[in-house]
């Protein structure tokens, strides 16, 4: 399997590329479902990349307008699809690098019969920059980036000052940015970050809210800002097996002003 590193257009990436190969049946479900439900994105010269001039059409798309919801690092879709089966009358687009995570959210898109959920092969900046118009996304999640947790890669981080601002002027007013993490020293980064945002409001900050247990509560003393689990966000087995091993999980939850 191999690893390695690309960058765009001189600015690091938030991710590596790792693949493996499909399963027959996935594989098959992927064949078979790619050209309806998989954005057909005209790239520059990287891999990952948009083209500058292409936008997400909601008619083209969707085969309708809805507001919309927009996952990034979409993984095997088990937030995504929950969240389609759950608000069938949203629209939901999952971004995604790896293919083998969007074969996976193919699958279960076509078991349950999904009309409401489209997926995107790309670099997630790349679809905010040039795939979302300003103002027209309803809700923005991010659950459980990587953390790039040494020091000599936190440079990689997805959420950073110029990230948080691209960010906000893609939400609609009123709309919602929703993270979540189980590594504490990018949660405090990312609230720290979020906060310098003009466009963002954080209603949690100065609350007692305690983060997912177990762990420690120290991110609970007034002016945290970290909010109480978003009830729309399925419990996956990762987020198990964090909690199982003693990791706190902290939710945020921006609202654009």
């Known amino acids: 399997m191999e690893s390695k590193v690309v960058t765009f257009q001189r600015r690091s990436v938030s991710f590596v590329r790792r693949e493996s190969r499909l399963g027959p049946q996935v594989q098959r479900a992927w064949n078979e479902n790619y050209h309806s439900l998989v954005i057909d994105v005209p790239r520059t010269t990287a891999s990952m990349s ?29 937030a995504v699809v929950h969240g389609a089966l759950s608000r069938p ?15 996976a959210t193919v699958t279960k898109i076509v078991h349950h ?14 679809v905010l920059e040039h795939m979302l118009r300003p103002q027209t996304v309803d809700e923005l999640w991010i659950f459980f980036a990587d953390p790039w947790h040494k020091n000599r890669h936190r440079k990689r981080r997805l959420v950073d000052p110029a990230f948080a601002e691209l960010a906000a ?30 466009s963002l409001t954080n209603r949690y900050v100065g609350k007692l809210t305690s983060p997912s247990a177990p762990g420690t509560l120290a991110a609970a003393d007034p002016g945290a800002g970290f909010a109480p689990r978003f009830e ?6 990762f987020e198990q097996k964090g909690l199982a091993s003693g990791r706190t999980i902290y939710d945020l939850e921006l609202q654009r002003a």
């Open 232 to 237: 729309g966000r399925v419990m996956t087995r």
């Open 89 to 103: 009358g949203t629209n939901f687009l999952a971004v995604e690098v790896y293919a083998t995570g969007l074969a």
């Open 169 to 198: 002027s893609r939400l609609a007013h009123g709309g919602m940015l929703r993270l979540a993490t189980d590594w504490a020293d990018y949660a405090m980064q990312m609230r720290d970050v979020l906060a310098a945002c003009d």
């Open 50 to 78: 948009v083209a500058p001039g292409f936008e997400l059409d909601a008619v083209r798309d969707f085969g309708r307008v809805a507001p919309l919801v927009v996952e990034i690092g979409s993984g095997t879709g088990d």
């Open 113 to 126: 019969n999904l009309t409401n959920v489209r997926l995107v092969h790309a670099d997630a900046v790349e």
